[in-house]
């Protein structure tokens, strides 16, 4: 799952950012809102967190700039401002929950997982695919109700798998929600993941169509 | 249940009475008018007026009528002088009658006092009876052929009991006691063949007042009318004149129940700087609120970004027994709440506006179910299209967050709200489904906002900024049992009567 963090206070946004990670997020981040801006409409995100207090643009103009370019990500408001003539400007401009700091950072957590599964068309926590499932709220895997142990790479790709299971999803979207612009891509190849996840999950559950992408199945018989 | 079963008042309302009475539309009972006293002046200007005009009339007329019966009364006196001889006797006689007119009617007499004895005018022919007598006609006095009528001086009576009860007898001008109508008296005293004479005319004094009072008969009506057209005049100038400061009061108005944002340009030279500088007030205090809420949103945004990064900071290894957790939590409150009451001292009461019930209402109610899932939510939005809250839209968003946030926070399935106007209020009833607040609580609840070192966490606060709030608009909240078995919040805010504002 791959989070945009708009947030200007760098202690704050590499504080956050260290969490999310730990969380399998990947993190990108602006900290004005211009790069923001820019951001939301130029990449892949499952979702953003955005300040509303932002230096250049604020943060309910950047978000309207976003809806506006049909960047329909899930956005979280993370503010300072708690006061409801905020709360309604943000909604309002399309925000879609609404969190002031200070906060928890589970509840952060919780709630940005929560916007990806509703945002993927999933309303409950839970997603089965074939003997595989996938607790959305609390990130966690089970097969044949056993749990799944991934590695933060695996995780990431098996999660935004499940999500849209049963479509095909792009490779190079794939790869865009998976690896950090750091990311030591060659030894952690996208093939070599998915190579890895079908010893775990079993071969046919993961298909690949050749030229487009992957696609998580819940096996032939159920196709 | 009954809606009104209570009014949930907390004590301390009272001591916000003058807040409420300072919220208050202006009362219409102000004292005195601009148009009262103008009127007023103009009137007793034009009374007075009236009256001086009506004295000098009154002077002038009578002065002329003065001089005229001076005039014929000193003609008599000459002429009579004139007339005047004495016979051997030492007697005085007239060589002719002095009954020319007017000394022919009751009050135009005359007489001459001589060392010889008295002439006086003969008794008139047509006598006029003065008022209050009704002798029958005929002659007053026995008549004397010819000249004047020689008396004697200290005559006692004259003819005495021959006719009515009251004695006739000649009046003694020179003393004039009689019982008749006054009389305006010019005498003269000469010397006629070497003797000192008196002689005497009269008029009656009615000769005097009556053509003045005629003059005034004409004259009255006339003052009058023009004192009338005058006074019409007076309060049609008023009435012109004062439109224009009527129209700015009536915009005042407008503006302060938000009907209109900024007064229109005066089209008078003397009303121009008034409405520039009212305008330029308005400006300044938009500008200023805009000023200070941005100033508190970045105060907002200066303090918990730190103490957000410090929180996140603050895991099992350098906090192990959560106290520094607590203590951050303690901070927040605080910041949290000074943040809202100083939000809330910028907030726009008194300045006038107009906000649509509906829309704030929709958007809160589409929000909400967002930030607590599982709750649902009846209104008639659409009935309260024509609901208008005389309030700032940031406030009304305010204030209804933080009550509907409440009654999401507590509801276990179902919100209602509803809202009616009742004359110059709207009133808009919360009800939820939750565990409700203990009747001894509610007044606690309500003041929760105002003492800062409470830490009851979150609980009940958004109800308490609510109430201030809505104090500092005029308004009520009062906490109550819901229907549905929850809390009804009974909130009352003055209604605006249109939503044109801008």
Redesign the interface.
Known sequence: MRVLLVEDDDDLAARIAAHLKTENFVVDRAANGEDALHAGTTETFDVAVLDLGLPKIDGVTVLKGWRAQAANLPVLVLTARDGWPDKVASFKAGADDFLTKPFKVEELVLRLRALVRRASGHAGAQIACGPLIFDAQLGTFERDGLPLKLTALEWRVLSCLMLRKEIVIDRRELMERVYDGDAEVDSNSLEVIVARLRRKIGADHIETVRGRGYRLTAGAEAS | MSPVEEPATPPDAAGQEPAIASAQPRSPRAGRSLAGRLTTIALVFVGATMAASAGVFWFAVSHVVREQVDQQLDVQITALKGALSFDAGGRPMLSSAFDNPPFDRPGWLWQIDTPGGRLISPPPRRPHPPRGRNDAEGPDRPSAEGAGMPVEPASPTDAPGDRGERPRRPIDLAMEDHAGPALYLRRQDAMVEGRSVTLIASAPAGALTVPARDALGWLLPLTLLLGLMLTLGTLLQVRLGLRPLRRLTDEIQAIERGARARLAPAQLRELQPLTAEINRLLDQNETRLAETRLHF??L??????????????LDREKDPDGALGRL?ERM?QRI?RH??LA?KAASAAGLGAATALAP?LA??L??LP??HAGRRVTADIAGMKDLFLRCE??DA??I???LL?NAFKWAASAIAVTAAREGGMITLLIDDDGPGIARERRAEVLRAGMRLDETVPGDGFGLSIAEELVTLYGGRLALETSPLGGLRVRLTLPAAISGEAG
């Open positions: 949103a970045n907002a945004h200066g303090l918990k970004t730190p103490l957000a990064s410090l929180t996140l900071a951050a927040e949290r943040l809202a939000r704030v958007d809160l589409a929000l967002r930030l839209a940031r968003e305010e209804l967050g933080n946030d």
